[in-house]
């Protein structure tokens, strides 16, 4: 029944490693998105892809790397973790890649640089 | 000056109050506009859009004022239930879904 989903939850891991979040729709539709959400709750949009061709890319460090491999899932991996990247990060999904449509939020996955 | 700006809450209230929240837009560009309700540690969802037209879903109403660019969301005969943080979002023209989010306002409703 889960509508966007994100593995993992959690995530601790020490400085300068490299980690990946895996984020999959069940929805059918065209256009994902990362989001970002700092320490002061502020969520920022990263990244877009719409039907695995990337839209949106926001100032964000080439240390993070989007990946869709199909329409269904949008990847992100993180190199050389840094502690500013700890935050909560969500994934979404829209039917189209239109400004009217609405976006379903994944829960979440937390993730705690030491 | 940050794109959606938001009132800084929190907003304490008793059951059956009614509440209001404020909220300022600077792109006027701006052409979509929703509020999002968050609970403590999870997703944001999507509680309405906002239409100029105004729009009322049950207890809540929103409103949107273009030539000011404020939009406003009344919650009536609040519950134990609404204590959550509300976002104000704007997407902006184009083909982009690019949704630009306030900082939040927490409300928390008492006995």
């Known amino acids: 029944d889960t509508a966007v989903s994100q593995t993992p939850k959690y995530l601790v891991t020490q400085m300068g490693n490299d980690k990946s979040i895996k984020c999959e729709q069940n929805l059918g539709h065209d256009t994902m998105y990362w989001y970002k959400q700092d320490s002061k709750k502020f969520l920022k949009i990263m990244f877009s892809?719409?039907?695995?061709?990337?839209?949106i890319n926001e100032t964000v460090p080439n240390r993070f790397s989007p990946k869709s491999p199909d329409k269904a899932h949008l990847n992100l991996h993180i190199n050389s973790l840094e502690l500013g990247d700890s935050a909560v990060y969500f994934c979404?999904?829209?039917?189209?890649?239109?400004?009217?449509?609405?976006?379903?939020f994944g829960p979440g996955t937390r993730l705690l640089v030491l | 000056r940050k794109e959606v700006e938001q009132d800084p809450g929190p907003f304490n209230v008793p059951e059956g109050a009614t509440v209001a929240f404020n909220c300022t837009y600077s792109n006027s560009a701006s052409q979509s506009f929703f509020w999002y309700r968050q609970d403590c540690r999870k997703e944001p969802k999507l509680l309405m859009s906002?239409?100029?037209s105004g729009n009322e879903d049950g207890r809540f109403t929103a409103q949107l004022n273009r030539a000011s660019q404020y939009i406003s969301l009344l919650i009536r005969d609040s519950k134990l239930s609404d204590s959550a943080t509300y976002l104000c979002v704007v997407s902006l023209s184009g083909g982009y879904n690019k949704l630009i989010f306030g900082a939040g306002t927490r409300l928390a409703v008492h006995p």
């Open positions: 906002v239409y100029s």
């Open positions: 979404a999904s829209s039917l189209q890649r239109t400004f009217q449509e609405t976006q379903y």
């Open positions: 892809y719409n039907n695995k061709e990337l839209i």
